[in-house]
């Protein structure tokens, strides 16, 4: 008799799905396709398998209409996907089995007028190196203190922290890639995490060696993914937001342009000889100014145009060391706001290892910030530590 439901079950999806005789067909020998989601391509990173019902590619997060293609080992597809859009596909397999697939704007968010706006505050600590620290409790018995980490997708713990806590059941473990490299990580499933009147149940919680000083580990947005988060560095608090409050008109708005959890914007530089245009991370755990990409600098030779102040090393979360070079930038850029001689930092000789240009904790402070996950828009302007001196360090 199960046999027999699950033939039936299997009969109708397909006739199901050959009803829809107006899609449009992807054909593979294989089952790991690639895909380009706008700029960003991801070589065999969708894996289709017959038996699901409806597979769904949930797109980057981008407030404007861009393309999305798929590519298997003979065919591709390509699709236009607006915001708030999702467009339905065939994938046909040896020509046998056939798979309904859907991509889907990562931007979902509709403004009902019966939507209620809801802000709640959550008090934070600016620590020396320029980190986030918001108290927590975990598992309602440890109380830790977690940084907020703008390009981090999980919650983490650090060896020292787990040592303590009374959960001891990390006993899984999978190998973490750092931008210092491959490392193997520790992780617990089920945990209960609160942050003042937040609160999550089957936490998985991941084990670091190090984190920024004074934090117990960290967290990221993913937390608050259909909220707007507001960083008030006037204040010290983090507001959530059930959508976006009217602004004064000081703020301004760029695009977040996300890869995956992480946010990135467009800012500008000016040397003693050439201006340039450059995407960088949001990386609230970075306490620095701003890490130069590999390949950026290497283009641009910007080692040759910048004056070098100082050589050092950073230590990512899972111990790996990457020594950096300090150079001063004659003029950095964010939207209208300017600052001349600031100390960078960037890997000359490093190609390879420093894949994205980083802007840390040390610029971010200098501005109160919403960060709109709902639409993909990030709004800043000036705050109280704007005009703070940059130390050369």
Not at 314 to 320: A, I, P, Q, V
Request: with cysteine; net charge neutral.
């Amino acid at each position: 008799m199960k046999q027999t439901t699950l033939f039936l079950l299997f009969v109708l999806k397909t006739l199901s799905i050959f009803a829809q005789t107006d899609l449009p067909v992807l054909r593979t020998e294989t089952t790991d396709l690639s895909i380009k989601d706008g700029s960003v391509l991801r070589v065999d990173y969708w894996t289709i398998d017959p038996t699901i019902e409806l597979d769904v590619y949930v797109a980057d997060k981008i407030n404007q209409t861009k393309l999305v293609t798929f590519y298997s080992d003979i065919d591709s597809i390509t699709f236009q996907l607006a915001p708030r859009e999702q467009k339905d596909f065939l994938v046909i397999l040896n020509n046998k089995d056939t798979c309904l697939t859907r991509i889907k704007s990562g931007i979902t968010f509709i403004k009902s007028d019966n939507l209620q706006l809801t802000q709640d505050s959550i008090p934070f600590t600016l620590t020396s190196a320029n980190n986030i620290i918001i108290q927590t409790v975990l598992n309602k018995v440890d109380t830790l203190n977690l940084m907020f980490h703008t390009a981090q997708g999980s919650i983490s713990l650090t060896e020292k922290a787990v040592a303590k806590i009374a959960n001891k059941s990390f006993d899984k473990s999978e190998t973490a890639i750092t931008w210092g490299g491959e490392s193997t990580a520790r992780y617990s499933q089920g945990n209960y995490m609160r942050i003042k009147g937040f609160e999550w149940k089957n936490v998985t919680i991941w084990e670091d060696k190090n984190t920024g000083p004074s934090a117990d580990g960290k967290f990221g947005p993913s937390l608050f993914q259909n909220k707007v988060i507001e960083l008030n560095y006037d204040q010290n608090v983090m507001v959530i937001h059930s959508y976006l409050p009217d602004l004064d008109r000081l703020y301004e708005k760029t695009d977040i342009l996300f890869n995956q959890h992480l946010m990135f914007v467009e800012t500008k530089y000016k040397t003693n000889r050439n201006r340039y245009v450059n995407k960088v991370l949001i990386h609230s755990g970075f306490g620095g100014t701003l890490l130069l990409d590999d390949k950026f600098v290497k283009e641009n030779n910007i080692g040759d145009q910048l004056k070098t102040i100082s050589e050092s090393q950073l230590t990512d979360s899972h111990g790996n060391v990457l020594k950096t070079k300090q150079a001063i930038l004659p003029c950095f850029a964010l939207g209208k706001s300017k600052f001349k001689d600031m100390p960078i930092s960037f890997f000359q000789g490093a190609l390879g290892r420093q894949h994205m240009s980083v802007i840390g904790g040390n610029v971010l402070k200098r501005f109160n910030v919403f960060f709109d996950l709902q639409n993909a828009h990030f709004y800043y302007k000036p705050n109280n530590l704007t005009a703070l001196p940059f130390e050369n360090t």
